[in-house]
């Protein structure tokens, strides 16, 4: 496997939700696994809370930046990843992966997220930044988009 290609697709957007689905319905029709690292992570701490209580939030952030990084060795595999998880494993990911961020529109977001218009705005800038591609999304039809995204992966090999 030529080690510069992306080995991995990863879907972000600024509604996690939408990601997932999006993520998951990506990965089934390429045959990919399919990865919410959120929910690896919850996994992994088992009861977030309570974990919280008797070790620390040091402790907690730790097993989440251990359990991306992980995630980011994994090979054919569409993760969904939220925006704060993104932004604290992005340099583990921007080398082996096909980021794509799905750009919905602000009211989408303020309906749909706890996110508020001035942070919509930078963090809407800071993922144009990152991403390996940007979809604007228009219309919020979930297979609609996914057809839009594996359009525009057609003819990339990275497994």
Same mark, same amino acid.
């Given at each position: 496997?030529?080690?510069?290609?992306?080995?991995?697709?990863?879907?972000?957007?600024?509604?996690?939700?939408?990601?997932?689905?999006?993520?998951?319905?990506?990965?089934?029709?390429?045959?990919?696994?399919?990865?919410?690292?959120?929910?690896?992570?919850?996994?992994? %701490?088992?009861?977030?809370?309570?974990? /919280?209580?008797?070790?620390?939030?040091?402790?907690?952030? =730790?097993?989440? *930046? !251990?359990? &991306?990084?992980?995630?980011?060795?994994?090979?054919?595999?569409?993760?969904?990843?939220?925006?704060?998880?993104?932004?604290?494993?992005?340099?583990?990911?921007?080398?082996?992966?096909?980021?794509?961020?799905?750009? %919905?529109?602000?009211?989408?977001?303020? /309906?749909?997220?706890?996110?508020?218009?001035?942070?919509? =705005?930078?963090? *809407? !800038?800071? &993922?144009?930044?990152?991403?390996?591609?940007?979809?604007?999304?228009?219309?919020?039809?979930?297979?609609?988009?996914?057809?839009?995204?594996?359009?525009?992966?057609?003819?990339?090999?990275?497994?």
């Amino acid at each position: 496997m030529n080690k510069n290609l992306p080995n991995k697709i990863v879907i972000i957007s600024l509604c996690e939700k939408f990601s997932n689905e999006i993520a998951k319905m990506i990965s089934q029709d390429l045959g990919m696994l399919f990865c919410n690292a959120r929910e690896l992570i919850e996994y992994e %701490l088992i009861d977030r809370k309570r974990v /919280e209580e008797i070790a620390s939030v040091k402790y907690v952030k =730790d097993v989440e *930046k !251990k359990v &991306l990084k992980n995630l980011a060795s994994y090979e054919n595999v569409c993760i969904s990843l939220s925006y704060e998880h993104f932004m604290t494993s992005y340099k583990s990911f921007e080398n082996n992966s096909l980021i794509i961020f799905l750009d %919905l529109p602000k009211n989408y977001i303020k /309906e749909n997220e706890m996110v508020s218009f001035l942070d919509y =705005d930078e963090r *809407k !800038k800071n &993922l144009s930044e990152l991403s390996t591609c940007l979809v604007c999304v228009r219309k919020l039809d979930k297979n609609f988009v996914k057809d839009k995204v594996l359009k525009i992966l057609g003819g990339i090999l990275w497994i």
